[in-house]
């Protein structure tokens, strides 16, 4: 059986040799044509379509300084509310001639300081996290390398980098409160791992001070939630109200009602914290706090497009929440 022959990618020697002209020569010609003259440059164009060249953007970044990519880090993918921010991220940077590249960390400081070097060596230009809890190693990396860095998902006026985000522990408080005006003072919050996770830690914070709560915690996905509520039935029965610092775990827990045959909200309410697509979805609808992920994307690759092409370093923005009433309190 014969075998097939595997072809190589044509590069900027083979386009020279083709065209009978220098490899600086055709380098200008993709870069800064008016410098070419017109004879060269149609010499050039016409061994770039025999040859199905295509222009490596490193090669070009390395004339240019420039590679035009933004580094994005975030927890997961796997979270519909990641997936708003960084679809409304990436639409608004590349209509700034930006391109963006992701990774995720699992949530962990020590990851996210290695995957920060990586996007850093592929030549990204600035990049964007999620809340304000580094490691020592990711911040000297950013004090080392100057790169611009955006914090968003939190809003904290006075931290090291601009944040473009959400005050979170007045978000779980908005909800605590609409349940205690609704008359319910038993209630049980539900919520994820606090150690790395500062967003967590700051809903819960903002609950303190308003009555005795029953707090469970698990991992953010529809089984920690059921989990949840096991524990709860076996501890804390006579509960009237959930709250859940996540929607996913809002989701989980209706779930989990509904397998007890437990109504709500005749019988329990519940209420959850994003607004994710699948709470309006959801049977009874839930109840949640509206996080504008939306528009933490496209304020972000605002502030990150003046800061990369203009040198306009940007000031912390606030974002507003929203309560969203629905069926299920």
Known sequence: MAEKSIKKRANLRDVAKASGV??????????????????????VQAAIEALHFVPSAAARS????????????????????F?????????????????????????????????????INIGAEALIVSGITHSPEFDQLITRTRIP??????????????????DNAAASRKALEFLIGKGHQDI??????????????????????????????????????GKAIDALFQSSPHITAILCLSDVLALGALFGLQRRNIQVPNDISLIGIDDLPSSASAFPSITTIHLPAFEMGIRTA??????????????????DTTLIVRQST
Do not use: C
């Open 188 to 225: 049980a919050v539900f919520h994820g791992p606090t150690e790395h996770h500062d967003r967590m830690r700051a809903r819960l914070s903002g609950l303190h001070g308003q009555g005795e709560l029953h707090t469970y915690e698990t991992e953010i996905t529809l089984a920690g939630a």
């Open 302 to 319: 605002d502030a990150v497009a003046n800061w990369v092409e203009r040198q306009i370093i940007p000031e912390p923005h606030l974002i």
């Open 62 to 81: 390395i004339n240019s300084g420039r590679s035009h990519v933004i580094g994005a880090l975030v927890p997961t993918l796997d979270n519909a509310i």
């Open 83 to 119: 997936s708003r921010f960084l679809g409304a991220l990436e639409a608004k940077l590349s209509a700034h001639g930006l391109s963006l590249v992701v990774a995720t960390t699992d949530g962990d400081p020590d990851i996210e300081a290695q995957k920060a070097q990586r996007l």
């Open 149 to 166: 860095t955006v914090a968003t998902s939190f809003y904290e006026a006075d931290y090291r980098y601009p944040t473009i985000g959400y």
């Open 22 to 43: 220098s490899v600086a020569t055709v380098s200008r010609v993709l870069n800064t044509p008016e410098l070419v003259t017109e004879t060269t440059r149609q010499a």
